[in-house]
């Protein structure tokens, strides 16, 4: 690993030794739920409309008999809702029908399912079945960008493979974790802590703003 590589990473556990997913699930079909209802909004919103949503629809079988609009009246709080609720309802059919009610383990098998993306498939992956991946959400894509591991224009895709490519195997999953708390509490989208930012130094979004200012 590289040395500014493991200065990132080392310090990353220092800030954040504790980071883990924000979303509360208790099994692999809660996981995969919440973190399709976790697609343009927050983690907060998600846990708010779940335990309910779990409540009445505790797994895939009921899940798969429910009426759409049902399922639209529980998350009907978060972004999106009309999609996600078709989407939960049909993934729920699948895993009934194909796979006895279980969550696939395989991460070509997960994004075959409706609603499911690569975002989603690695969250899952490493939450339930501990498979080493760097999920990109906006977080983890900002911050990468910005300490310059990827370009402005990069896709989710091409920066999980940059990340996962330059860090060991057995840090990705935590890692993942770190880069979404630095963005989240410290690397904002607007308004950057930059002043507690450790990797200022190597940060395009510092030094564009610094010239700006004329710092």
Known sequence: MRKNDLFVAST????FPEAQTALRFHNPFECIC?????????DEAVNRVT???????????AMA????????DIIKSIGLYHNKAANLVAMSKILVEKYDGSIPGNK???????????????????????IPAIAVDTHVARVA??????KENDSPETVEAILEK??????????????????RFICHARNPECHRCPFTEGCSYFKKTS?????
Do not use: W
């Open 211 to 215: 010239s700006i200012k004329g710092k």
């Open 166 to 183: 330059r860090f060991p195997t057995d840090m990705h999953i935590r890692l993942h974790h770190r880069f979404i708390h630095f963005g």
């Open 65 to 72: 008999e429910a009426e759409i609009k049902d399922v639209e």
């Open 34 to 42: 919440a973190v399709m209802l976790s697609a343009q909004t927050t």
């Open 145 to 150: 960008k910005r300490l310059g591991y990827a």
């Open 51 to 61: 335990p309910r949503l779990f409540l009445v629809f505790p797994t895939p079988q």
């Open 108 to 130: 070509e098998e997960l994004v075959a399912l409706p609603g499911v993306g690569i975002k989603t498939a690695n969250v899952v992956g490493a939450e339930c079945f501990h």
């Open 12 to 15: 990353l556990e220092r800030l």
